[in-house]
Each structure stands twice: as C-alpha cells, then as structure tokens.
C-alpha cells in the first residue's frame, strides 16, 4: 500500500514543477544564465547599488539564523524569488533594490550559482511529535481537518528543503519565519507554486505560526560541508 504522505508530496512535486513551467514559458524569453557572472554577483556585487550576496547569505550561500540558505535550493526557487522582489510582488526593503538593480539575465546567473551548490544542511534532529507540541505536530504531522499539510511535506525532514522548489527552513530564526508568514497572509509574497503557502498561511492563527517557528528554528543542523575559507 502506497504511503499517502509520501504519495501526497510526490504530487505536490509534480503539479508545482507543471505550473512553475506554465508560469516561465508563459512570461518573458527565457533568460540565457551565466554561472561565471552569478559567482562575481553573489562574491563581489555590483557596485554601487548591488552588494555582494555572501556579505548577508554566507560564502557558500550556507545562510544564517536572519538570512535563508541560498546553497543548492533550487534554481526554479531562487528565479522565482528574484523576479518577485524585482517586480514588487514580494516586498523586502534590502533585497528590492538589489533585485532591480540586476537585469534578468543576471538575475537568472545568480540563481544558477547558488543553486549549483551543495546544499549546506545536513538532516537535523526532530522533536517526537505528540498533540501537546503545537509545533512538531504541524511540522511533521498538520492539522489536515483544517485543510493544514505537514511543513515536513513539502520542505522535508528537519526542514532540510526539497529542491527546487522548497527551501529549507530548518535553523531559520522565528523572528524570520514569523515575518514570511505574515507576508503571506497580507499578500505582500507571492504565494508560491499552487498558490500553497499562501492558502496555508491564511489557515494557521497566530499561536500556530510561533509554535512552528520556534520548532523549526531549534533544529539546527550541522553543516554538510566544512567551513568555507575566508575570501581574499
């Protein structure tokens, strides 16, 4: 008998990888992506307006408690994110202006770069999950009465991410997840492929959306790789 979790994000996949598709081809040309020109964005910026990615996302885009992974999440992801900030339908004070100050071929090199690289977390540690912990029963199990998957659908175990579509979310700061959430729920971030975190967003109350963020950002995982060297 098939697992319904596992079959249930196997669809997730497959639908969200058609309509990211629909949504490319039906927009602008597709954009021709320079890994080359990704990398001197990401470790040198541009001046005077675009500073360099790794300043806020780590040398090996690894990310921090106020700055999300960028390593190995996926290059539909991280397109998708760029344009939105350069569009202003997501809205972010820091990553607005750098967005429109890129081009969209430049744009698109950034998101190949990252994606390129390895994914920073390894598998972190889970909290058992019982109805008592608000927070480990959303993330691992949802609350599917009220329409609410598992985090842990989409976004993997111990919010590792799904590329490329799901980013990890495991170690981020709650301060941020909560921020994100509430995009969502005001409609100032795109809702995603499926419109699914939007839709879901809109479903958890506010003692929900602290539980899950400070769930999540107690998993912090190791990374997968050693530490990068410092810049010359």
Not at 200 to 208: F, H, R
Request: charged content about 15%.
């Amino acid at each position: 008998m098939l697992n319904p979790f596992f079959f249930s994000r196997r669809s997730l996949l497959r639908t969200a990888g058609g309509v990211a598709g629909l949504a490319f081809s039906a927009g602008a040309p597709a954009q021709s992506a320079d890994p080359s020109v990704g990398e001197r964005i990401a470790r040198e910026g541009l001046a005077p307006q675009v500073a360099a990615c790794i300043t806020c996302h780590g040398a090996r885009g690894e990310g921090s408690a106020a700055f999300p992974p960028l390593a190995g999440a996926g290059k539909a992801y991280l397109t998708a994110q760029l344009e939105a900030f350069a569009s202003g339908s997501r809205q972010q004070a820091v990553m607005g202006p750098i967005a429109k100050a890129l081009d969209a071929a430049q744009r698109a090199s950034v998101a190949v770069w990252f994606a390129a690289l390895p994914a920073p977390l390894a598998l972190a540690k889970e909290t058992p999950a019982s109805p008592s912990n608000r927070g480990a029963w959303l993330a691992t199990r949802g609350r599917w009465q009220d329409g609410i998957p598992a985090c842990a659908q989409c976004h993997g175990p111990g919010g590792t991410g799904v590329a490329p579509y799901f980013p990890p979310i495991g170690g981020l700061s709650a301060a941020y997840m909560q921020d994100q959430v509430d995009a969502w729920q005001a409609g100032t971030r795109p809702p995603g492929p499926l419109g699914l975190m939007g839709s879901v967003a809109k479903k958890l109350s506010a003692d929900d959306v602290a539980a899950v963020a400070g769930y999540y950002a107690k998993l912090h995982a190791a990374p997968a790789s050693p530490p990068a060297k410092a810049l010359p």
